[in-house]
């Protein structure tokens, strides 16, 4: 058996299995696209929940922290593939086949894994569009509402958004993005210029005014926005079940580090440059202290909402995939026709948007969104759910079964993870409502 694992190789069984599978360039690109989005522009208000010094020393931490966790899933992942002698897994397959091999008191719980699995990943990848649709409602409001003699309220422009979601929604062909994606990662390198160029104009702040250690009760919210900003685990694992070279994902100067060194110093830059020009003054968005009068900050934010749109085309794809592959379609009668499936499907597709426009229209709380998803989505998906993986991954035989090391260390990595969605999920919630019933909402 272990012989049969050894000469059979997911990856190659994987390329036949693609239909438009991305290069190593597209690859990376679609990487910085999908987790570049509304997260980094929140790292100011995340440094102000914590402290700057904490603050530095806590994104690094955790920055590791989450690119070994994807290590970890990734080359679960692959194990699981190897004994099922199949060239890919989706997310839910794979804690399915996690409780297959597992210790025997999970193999009868494969199925509710797998359903767990699909939940967290369409809860997150839910929350992380209504976080996308309120960024870019905010935003639009923030810039003309300079031009109307009477402010308009934020849901007028939300609501104003859903035809254009509409039209990215129909976009099937992952591939498809890759080109957007580029360009949306040069208006993200431009916002970039002009954010440090407010930062830096009139920057006459003393570095040692602001607290090195925040309040430990906006700890938690700090967690969740680093790690929403920065572990988009649907996204990553979904651009690297499209590689042509998956091989090259995982390898020291791959594309996963790669993508994730440049996340991590950019957020570490933002954070700190940020919460040291404005303070406590800092909004969710760090946009929404430029100068909405000026063209050049109206022109950046204006462009920042076009690549954000982008990004919520791309981050949609995940849930429609899995709502279709694995729950519409196996419940179609046998002989639909493929039009019917199509227009499901796209019925699926609007009632998505429609979905999300509720939810950012009835709560629009950018920075605790965000704090939300990260905390509890990412809890599961990017921490819990990769040490479960490999504790089963490498269960099955004598000479495979994980070392004392590595188990415990994936216990540690499972109580973690439950430690940090519950207090994650308090201390958002407990946010939301100090925030709803305080007098300026």
Not at 12 to 26: A, D, G, Q, S
Not at 281 to 293: A, G, K, L, V, W
Not at 406 to 434: N, P, R, V
């Amino acid at each position: 058996m272990a012989e049969q694992e050894e000469e059979y190789d997911p990856h190659e069984h994987r390329k036949e299995m693609l239909e438009y599978p991305t290069n190593n360039i597209e690859t990376f690109f679609n990487l910085i696209k999908g987790c570049f989005g509304t997260g980094v522009l929140a790292m100011p208000e995340a440094f102000k929940y914590t402290g700057m010094i904490n603050g530095i020393v806590s994104l690094l931490v955790l920055a590791l922290f989450a690119t070994y966790c994807i290590h970890v899933l990734v080359r679960s992942q692959y194990a699981l593939c190897k004994k099922k002698r199949v060239g890919l897994l989706i997310y839910s397959k794979s804690m399915e086949a996690a409780a297959e091999f597992g210790p025997p008191v999970l193999r009868t719980w494969g199925r509710v894994m797998g359903i767990f699995a699909d939940f967290f990943l369409i809860f997150y990848q839910f929350g992380l569009c209504c976080v996308y649709w309120v960024f870019i409602g905010k935003n639009l409001k923030y810039v003309i509402d300079v031009y109307c003699a009477e402010k308009q309220p934020l849901y007028y422009y939300m609501l104003a958004l859903i035809i254009p979601f509409c039209l990215i929604m129909c976009v099937r062909n992952l591939k498809i993005f890759a080109p957007f994606s580029m360009v949306a990662d040069v208006i993200t390198l431009v916002t970039f210029g002009v954010v440090f160029y407010y930062i830096f104009s009139q920057l006459d702040a003393n570095f040692n005014d602001r607290p090195a250690v925040g309040n430990i009760q906006g700890y938690p919210l700090f967690v969740g926005t680093v790690l929403f900003s920065l572990q988009s685990v649907p996204m990553v694992i979904g651009v690297e079940n499209n590689m042509k070279t998956p091989e090259y994902f995982r390898k020291p100067f791959g594309s996963l580090n790669t993508a994730f060194s440049i996340l991590t110093l950019s957020y570490l830059m933002v954070g700190i440059c940020g919460y040291w020009r404005y303070g406590e003054d800092i909004q969710p968005s760090i946009t929404m202290n430029f100068p909405p009068e000026e063209i050049m900050a109206e022109v950046i934010i204006c462009s920042y909402c076009i690549a954000i749109f982008v990004t919520y085309g791309l981050n949609a794809y995940v849930p429609i995939n899995i709502i279709c592959t694995s729950y519409l379609n196996p419940k179609l009668p046998e002989g639909t026709t493929d039009r019917k499936k199509l227009i499901f499907e796209m019925l699926i597709r609007l009632g998505f948007v429609i979905l999300t426009c509720i939810l950012a229209t009835t709560i629009p709380l950018l920075g605790i969104f965000i704090s939300l998803c990260g905390s509890v989505g990412l809890s599961a998906l990017g921490i819990i759910f990769p040490g479960i993986l490999e504790i089963c991954a490498y269960w099955e035989e004598e000479k495979t079964r994980p070392n004392k090391f590595t188990f415990w260390k994936d216990m540690g990595m499972i109580i973690l993870g439950f430690a940090g969605l519950l207090t994650g999920l308090y201390s958002a919630i407990l946010a939301m409502i100090e925030k709803l019933s305080s007098e300026d909402y």
